[in-house]
């Protein structure tokens, strides 16, 4: 009989596989329309080398771009403060016996409320659950990994933890998209837009020759006909979709806003507020892409802050210490 723990990593290797289906198509479409560029097009279909040669270099250029980001938003870790900054999130913890205490049978709701405030007294948290989220306090509480949530972060089903600053769980890369790899993932877009029109851009040239009846494409020639046809069409459609979710996601920026704070504004003492993260667009675009604009192209380490504690829209009117001396922990980044 099979042992109950190999049962469970063939499981686990069942599920990996199903998620990682859609990267693998992804990974399978810029394999072919790799072959169908470079073969079929720049070495079989231009013939003259002073195209052919700065066609091939943007390609890779951009390529090399487009699959360094995207590796990085398919492998950065999505619960992750940077390094340097992992005690923070152990704050958070409730420890196990405060968790038992907790969970003490029988459940009674006053006395979670009261253990999880006494708890949260003095974590530098200014977010608190929107109305009937949780049923027995208003501090948001993660009780599958048993930690007080952090400003911006929430529980992903799909990862099984509790994500920073998490903006939304992508199949096509299989992960969060959080503040550990926001930056990567909007790169990823932008290569990706990139490299759909430059192709469109230099094969529709030879798409309008195939309708042509007068040029001397020659019929017998018919297998790249269709590879250059399908190039066309894949990079103009894709083109399509890239653009309208690169441009959100630029809006989203531009706010300091994440997908799940537009369907839900963060609520904070004073009420929910859509705009309690928004600092200004130039700022709000340093603290994802950070200070040093020549490295905003590479998807490189970055970001500003720790993903745990962020400057609020009001922090910046001088005028307001009341929020700031209310909660002395809480030391937030400039941007
Ligand atoms: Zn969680
Ligand atoms: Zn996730």
Same mark, same amino acid.
């Given at each position: 009989?099979?042992?109950?723990?190999?049962?469970?990593?063939?499981?686990?290797?069942?599920?990996?596989? =199903?998620?990682?289906?859609?990267?693998?198509?992804?990974?399978?479409?810029?394999?072919?329309?790799?072959?169908?560029?470079?073969?079929?097009?720049?070495?079989?279909?231009?013939?003259?080398?002073?195209?052919? #040669?700065?066609?091939? *270099?943007?390609?890779?250029?951009?390529? #090399?771009?487009?699959?360094?980001?995207?590796?990085?938003?398919?492998?950065?870790?999505?619960?992750?403060?940077?390094?340097?900054?992992?005690?923070?999130?152990?704050?958070?913890?409730?420890?196990?016996? =405060?968790?038992?205490?907790?969970?003490?049978?029988?459940?009674?709701?006053?006395?979670?409320?009261?253990?999880?405030?006494?708890?949260?007294?003095?974590?530098?948290?200014?977010?608190?659950?929107?109305?009937?989220?949780?049923?027995?306090?208003?501090?948001?509480?993660?009780?599958?990994?048993?930690?007080?949530?952090?400003?911006?972060?929430?529980?992903?089903?799909?990862?099984?933890?509790?994500?920073?600053?998490?903006?939304?769980?992508?199949?096509?890369?299989?992960?969060?998209?959080?503040?550990?790899?926001?930056?990567?993932?909007?790169?990823?877009?932008?290569?990706?837009?990139?490299?759909?029109?430059?192709?469109?851009?230099?094969?529709?040239?030879? =798409?309008?020759?195939?309708?042509?009846?007068?040029?001397?494409?020659?019929?017998?020639?018919?297998?790249?006909?269709?590879?250059?046809?399908? *190039?066309?069409?894949?990079?103009?459609?894709? !083109?399509?979709?890239?653009? !309208?979710?690169?441009?959100?996601?630029?809006?989203? #920026?531009?706010?300091?806003?994440?997908?799940?704070?537009?369907?839900?504004?963060?609520?904070?003492?004073?009420? !929910?507020?859509?705009?309690?993260?928004?600092?200004?667009?130039?700022?709000?675009?340093?603290? #994802?892409?950070?200070?040093?604009?020549?490295?905003?192209?590479?998807?490189?380490?970055?970001?500003?802050?720790?993903? =745990?504690?962020?400057?609020?829209?009001?922090?910046?009117?001088?005028?307001?210490?009341?929020?700031?001396?209310?909660?002395?922990?809480?030391?937030?980044?400039?941007?």
């Amino acid at each position: 009989m099979e042992a109950p723990s190999s049962k469970k990593l063939c499981c686990t290797v069942c599920v990996h596989t =199903v998620k990682s289906i859609p990267v693998i198509f992804i990974l399978c479409i810029l394999a072919w329309s790799y072959y169908a560029y470079v073969y079929h097009l720049c070495l079989s279909r231009v013939t003259s080398v002073e195209l052919s #040669v700065p066609y091939l *270099l943007v390609y890779h250029i951009i390529l #090399v771009l487009f699959l360094w980001s995207y590796f990085k938003t398919i492998f950065t870790e999505p619960s992750g403060a940077p390094p340097n900054c992992l005690f923070i999130l152990l704050q958070f913890r409730l420890p196990e016996e =405060v968790f038992e205490e907790f969970n003490r049978n029988p459940i009674d709701l006053s006395r979670q409320s009261a253990i999880l405030r006494d708890f949260a007294e003095n974590l530098p948290i200014m977010t608190f659950t929107n109305t009937n989220e949780h049923f027995f306090s208003d501090i948001r509480f993660c009780d599958k990994c048993k930690i007080v949530k952090p400003d911006r972060s929430h529980h992903c089903s799909v990862c099984r933890k509790c994500v920073l600053k998490m903006d939304h769980h992508c199949p096509w890369v299989n992960n969060c998209v959080s503040y550990s790899n926001y930056k990567y993932f909007i790169l990823f877009l932008a290569y990706g837009l990139l490299m759909c029109i430059f192709v469109a851009a230099t094969t529709i040239e030879y =798409v309008i020759k195939f309708w042509d009846i007068t040029t001397d494409m020659r019929i017998q020639d018919g297998s790249y006909k269709i590879h250059i046809i399908f *190039l066309f069409f894949i990079a103009s459609m894709f !083109s399509l979709s890239l653009f !309208s979710l690169l441009a959100y996601h630029i809006y989203l #920026v531009s706010k300091n806003r994440t997908t799940l704070e537009s369907f839900r504004p963060p609520k904070f003492l004073e009420g !929910s507020d859509k705009n309690g993260f928004n600092l200004g667009c130039c700022r709000n675009i340093r603290e #994802v892409f950070g200070k040093e604009v020549l490295l905003w192209p590479f998807p490189i380490d970055t970001r500003l802050g720790d993903g =745990v504690i962020y400057p609020l829209a009001s922090d910046l009117k001088s005028n307001d210490s009341v929020r700031q001396s209310s909660n002395k922990s809480r030391t937030p980044f400039t941007v």
